[in-house]
């Protein structure tokens, strides 16, 4: 059985712990009860579980590099890797009804299910995280690192979403005068890079100090992994804006939409910056609108100002920056940041 396998299998007895530990109140019927089993079933383990199964593969990693891992310690970073899987539930059921998404993982999104009772569904969700941090984790050293990681990039990323959301007016519209590069990153280091890229790894590097010596104090190994994870989070980030205009439908799943929806990706903002003054007018007058014509004015743009060279050495540029940070890290295995980077370099999807 794969290290997927035993996580998925792990879900079922993870989601039944939720349950039990629901008040013994008469309020709490079955019928709340199923509520929330559909809830977390709904949301939770349909994803690429790249997050949980990334923080596993931090904590083996480490812990291997001194003595043989036991199933014991595997089964107990898989929990946590749970724990942000349950997390990234809690923000996606939130950010689906921000953006009135319409599906979310090859189904409906979740608030076209319930309605606004979404929006509680989705700060049920990531309470459900500290109920596994408690039950699981109180015992160990690395518990209160473990919280205030989980509790300082939530804080982030809802700042993240908060400038995201800044970036439209009262009636929805983009504020194009906001759009530039460095606005553009603020928003993806706090919305994407830190809880796609830095929690993951610095949670399986807290955990790990529990059943390994670090050989240095871990606040300074966790404030020695962030550049690079947070470079990442960056490169990551671009790519997915680049292939939504760019990437092939059959390859990434679906139909790009930033232009229509008008959100603030990097193609448009780099458009913004290198346009002249007769092409960034056709930019500010189509962007975000429904219409084909005007998508294909935009894309026009985008093709004249040769945005594919522009992310190529944006991309080479990246990869050689994070190349170098990695080299510079000591006390950890190098291999946990370079499976990472290899794993989003040049991807198609």
Known sequence: MSIRDIFLNLFDELTQVLIKELPNLDQFTETSKEYLEKLIRYNVPKGKLTRGLGLVNTFVTIVQTQRKVTKTEIRLSMILGWCIEWLQASLLVADDYLDQSLTRRGQKCWYRVVGIRAINDALLL??????????????????????????????????????????????????????????????????????????????????????????????????????????????????DDYLDNYGETKIIGKHGTDIQDGKCSWLIVNALEIANEKQKEILINNYSKQDKECIEKIKTIYDELNLKKLFIEYQEKSFQEIQLMITKLTHLPKSIFENLLNKIYKRQK
Do not use: W
Not at 133 to 146: E, M, N, P, T, W
Not at 147 to 166: C, I, M, P, Y
Not at 173 to 179: A, D, Y
Not at 187 to 215: E, H, Q
């Open 126 to 239: 990531e309470s459900c995280l500290y109920v596994f941090l408690k039950k699981y984790f109180k015992k160990y050293s690395s518990y209160r690192v473990l919280l205030e990681l989980f509790l300082s990039v939530t804080f982030k990323t809802e700042l993240g979403q908060t400038l995201d959301l800044s970036s439209v007016d009262v009636k929805e519209k983009p504020i194009i005068e906001k759009f530039n590069v460095t606005y553009y990153n603020q928003i993806v280091r706090l919305k994407t890079s830190y809880y796609s890229f830095y929690l993951p790894v610095s949670l399986g590097i807290a955990l790990s100090s529990d059943f390994v010596d670090l050989g240095i104090d871990l606040s300074q190994l966790l404030e020695q992994v962030k550049n690079p994870l947070i470079k990442m989070g960056e490169l990551f980030q671009v790519q």
